[in-house]
């Protein structure tokens, strides 16, 4: 289980990654058996770390303390991504369900969003939750383009925005102008919010990049320019560590993107990557959602807490 896994390493691309690693610290394979692993989170007060199965319509629970792995929730209505907010609770993107939930601390489960403007959402994607309580979410088709990871059906919005929702309920469109936006992350400062967007996947000259915008006190964004493109398939989930880089899904692992967007190194694994989020008490171990996996790495950095 803790043996050097083929296809896995460290590629160094400048020198400043070094200082990111342990040379002799391995990617380890904690679990197989998903189809398509997305959406991890960490739960530092129980030190158990939960993702998506999304084809298999469950949310599967690594712990550990023991290293076991259970089902945490079956049927899952096809959950994407993840996030824990400020009290703890676990944050979710639905695809079936086609809307963000929360599970409150009694299990009850609160729908935060569901619609704009009296029609469905798409498929929510990704979600991140602000410190000022606001709930940040993407909502692209993906859910709703075919049966395996939702349910087929006409977008009734009719495009793909990120939408803010604020402490009181109220549901913004935050962003207007990508094709799918996917994975999310505010800046350690939460000054600046970077999105993904994935427009490639169903249109070869599509966007495969993340772009910046700043942050502003009401909750409006501003710039947006492009921040990194990706060179190995899209860039998905993501997450930042304390020093303000991206540790970025892709086709062949993780990318570290510097805080220009410069790709300084990666951290290889031999499935596409699809999300990552930083745990264990320190946060400096990655765990890493890849297709049929779920992978982790003691890394020299630690995560933004608790994002
Ligand atoms: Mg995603």
């Given at each position: ?68 792995v259970s089902t945490y929730r079956q049927p899952s ?231």
């Amino acid at each position: 289980m803790y043996g050097e896994i083929e296809g896995t390493g460290f590629e160094v691309i400048a020198p400043e990654f070094e200082a990111c690693f342990i040379g002799h610290a391995r990617v380890e394979r904690l679990w197989t058996g998903a189809r398509w692993s997305e959406g991890p989170v960490w739960f530092a007060a129980g030190r158990y770390l939960l993702w998506s199965d999304i084809p298999n319509n469950r949310i599967l629970r690594f712990d550990e303390t023991d290293g076991s792995v259970s089902t945490y929730r079956q049927p899952s209505n096809n959950t994407n991504g993840h996030t824990v907010d400020r009290q703890g609770r676990l944050v979710s993107c639905e695809h079936l369900a086609r809307r963000v939930t929360r599970t409150e601390h009694d299990g009850s489960i609160t729908v935060i969003a569901d619609s704009f403007e009296g029609k469905r959402l798409n498929s929510p994607n990704d979600v991140v939750v602000k410190s000022d309580g606001s709930i940040w979410f993407t909502d692209p088709s993906y859910g709703i383009l075919m049966d395996y990871e939702g349910e087929r059906a006409t977008s009734e919005i009719g495009a793909c925005h990120v939408y803010r929702v604020d402490p009181a309920g109220e549901i913004t469109i935050a962003v207007d102008d990508y094709v799918k936006p996917n994975g999310l992350a505010f800046s350690p400062d939460e000054t600046e919010l970077y999105i993904a967007d994935t427009g490639v996947t169903h249109d070869p000259g599509g966007p495969k990049h993340i772009r910046r915008h700043s942050v502003s006190a009401d909750g409006t964004l501003s710039g947006g320019e492009v921040f990194a493109e990706c060179t190995a398939g899209v860039f998905d989930g993501f997450r930042f560590d304390r020093d303000g880089r991206i540790w970025t899904s892709a086709a062949d692992g993780v990318h570290c993107l510097n805080t220009d967007g410069t790709l300084i190194g990666k951290v290889h694994i031999p499935e596409l990557v699809a999300n990552v989020c930083f745990g264990g008490p320190k946060l400096n171990r990655l765990f890493i959602a890849g297709t049929t996996s779920l992978y982790s790495v003691f890394l020299d950095v630690n995560g933004v807490s608790p994002l």
